[in-house]
Antibody
Framework: EVQLLDSGGGLVQPGGSLRLSCAAS????????MSWVRQAPGKGLEWVSSSSPDGVYYADSAKGRFIISRDNSKNTLYLQMDSLRADDTAVYYC???????????WGQGTKVTVSS | EIVLTQSPSTLSLSPGERATLSCRAS??????LAWFQQKPGQAPRLLIY???KRATGIPARFSGSGSGTDFTLTISSLEPEDFAVYYC?????????FGGGTKVEIK
């Protein structure tokens, strides 16, 4: 079955860190760009970062604080999030696709809450 | 950054009616415009990509059109399961951006 399983979310204090993971199955993971998209409570969708064949890209809100990486041997995408702020509170979705390919498969999302 | 503006923000319609959703880009995105549907508590689902191509398994009542800066998602006859929020998204330029969404609600 083609799917993405997001994990790693939770409650973290402001200034803290969290690492999200996304386990992919059912397709050739190494052949595709992969991304993270988030959705704050009651808000719309916001692109966060992509690992694309031509490089890695970040939204301004993520630059300098988040790092996207992937382990193609484990079919897993990661998002290391440091210096977390209250406005990073959101559901984070792992998505198959990047600038060169469409967002055609979404994980179920993992919830991140930044609060003291 | 390319800003995508969706209109209207809310569309109140009855089952069986036609829905027309608009997405306007602040600069040309060529044909690299996609539409997603999101229901409460669920992840978004790809409906249309590259302006007019239906994703796998998407019913023919969903269609997309447009080019450059003006795009439209049309649902020819609303089914009960179509009441949801719809987002457009461009992949022409970094950063990738989404529109603010249009909620299609039951009248």
């Amino acid at each position: 079955e083609v799917q993405l399983l997001d994990s790693g979310g939770g409650l973290v204090q402001p200034g803290g860190s969290l690492r999200l993971s996304c386990a992919a199955s059912g397709f050739t993971f190494s052949s595709y760009g992969m991304s993270w998209v988030r959705q704050a409570p009651g808000k719309g969708l916001e692109w966060v970062s992509s690992s694309s064949p031509d490089g890695v890209y970040y939204a301004d809100s993520a630059k300098g604080r988040f790092i996207i990486s992937r382990d193609n041997s484990k079919n897993t995408l990661y998002l290391q999030m440091d210096s977390l702020r209250a406005d990073d509170t959101a559901v984070y979705y792992c998505v198959k696709g990047a600038g060169t390919s469409v967002f055609d498969l979404w994980g179920q999302g993992t919830k991140v809450t930044v609060s003291s | 950054e390319i800003v995508l503006t969706q209109s209207p923000s809310t569309l109140s319609l009855s089952p069986g009616e036609r829905a027309t959703l608009s997405c306007r880009a602040s600069q040309s995105v060529s044909s690299y415009l996609a539409w997603f549907q999101q229901k409460p508590g669920q992840a978004p689902r790809l409906l249309i990509y590259d302006t007019s191509k239906r994703a796998t398994g998407i019913p023919a009542r969903f269609s997309g059109s447009g080019s450059g800066t003006d795009f439209t998602l049309t649902i020819s006859s609303l089914e009960p399961e179509d009441f949801a929020v719809y987002y457009c998204q461009q992949r022409s330029n970094w950063p990738l951006t989404f529109g603010g969404g249009t909620k299609v609600e039951i009248k």
